[in-house]
């Protein structure tokens, strides 16, 4: 069964320090997301991207992000400069649109130390 | 606005009994989906089901059923003869038929299976 697979699973940084998170979606998906659930958490949504551009953001998604689809695999999270407060698992979703095989990765969680 | 409310924020059960956990949902949409995830403490996201506002048939797999009342907009989930192993985080969600597709997720209900 295709998967959406994400890298790495476990990140430590340090406060300040930028850190790209990675993400393969299925390959015939044309719709991709990022979800962060902070520990204990409900899971929020941060961000659509379709046709190479991002289609909806949350309030979350604050200039300290970015996506980027930068080949036809990768799709990625950055964060520029993290804060104690972005620790928590990184969840990237992709679908082929109407909801139709809408799938999660495994997530990555993040540390901010 | 889209919400999903979840009103268990944890239960607790002895093994083989049933358990069910409650969704209740609000959107403007006439289309929408429905979907129940489970969290087990490895913290994947497992999908159970999703479900398209237009079929309000009821839907059983295994020990899992699902009810599914718009009138009521609940979309309730039922654990039939309960193993430790249901024991996780499940949330409901809801996502609206637009281009964006973004999940809604409910607070998530702490399901504790004792032995």
């Known amino acids: 069964e295709p998967e959406v697979t994400q890298t790495p699973s476990h990140q430590v940084t340090q406060m300040g320090q930028e850190v790209i998170l990675r993400c393969v979606p299925i390959?015939?998906?044309?719709?991709f997301y990022w979800y962060r659930q902070i520990l204990g958490q409900k899971v929020e949504f941060l961000v659509s991207?379709?046709?190479?551009?991002?289609?909806?953001k949350s309030e979350i998604f604050d200039d300290q992000f970015s996506v980027e689809r930068p080949d036809g695999s990768n799709f990625t999270l950055k964060i520029r400069s993290t804060k104690l407060e972005d620790s928590a698992m990184y969840f990237c979703?992709?679908?082929?649109?109407?909801?139709?095989?809408?799938?999660f990765g495994s997530g990555t969680r993040l540390t901010v130390v | 606005a889209q919400k999903v409310t979840q009103a268990q924020t944890e239960i607790s059960v002895v093994e083989k009994e049933d358990v069910t956990l409650d969704c209740v949902y609000e959107?403007?949409?006439?289309?929408?989906?429905l979907f129940w995830y489970k969290q087990p403490p490895s913290g994947e996201l497992v999908f159970l089901i999703r479900?398209?506002?237009?079929?309000?048939q009821n839907e059983i797999s295994g020990r899992y059923s699902w009810n599914f009342q718009k009138s009521t907009s609940s979309f309730n989930f039922t654990i039939t003869a309960s193993q430790v192993v249901d024991s996780a985080v499940y949330f409901c969600?809801?996502?609206?038929?637009?281009?964006?597709?973004?999940?809604?997720f409910g607070k998530g209900t702490r399901l504790h299976i004792l032995p």
């Open positions: 969600a809801l996502s609206e038929a637009d281009r964006d597709d973004k999940i809604i």
């Open positions: 390959s015939n998906h044309l719709y």
């Open positions: 979703a992709s679908s082929a649109g109407d909801n139709y095989g809408y799938t």
């Open positions: 959107t403007r949409d006439t289309t929408y989906y």
């Open positions: 991207f379709y046709n190479n551009e991002i289609s909806e």
């Open positions: 479900r398209n506002s237009f079929d309000e």
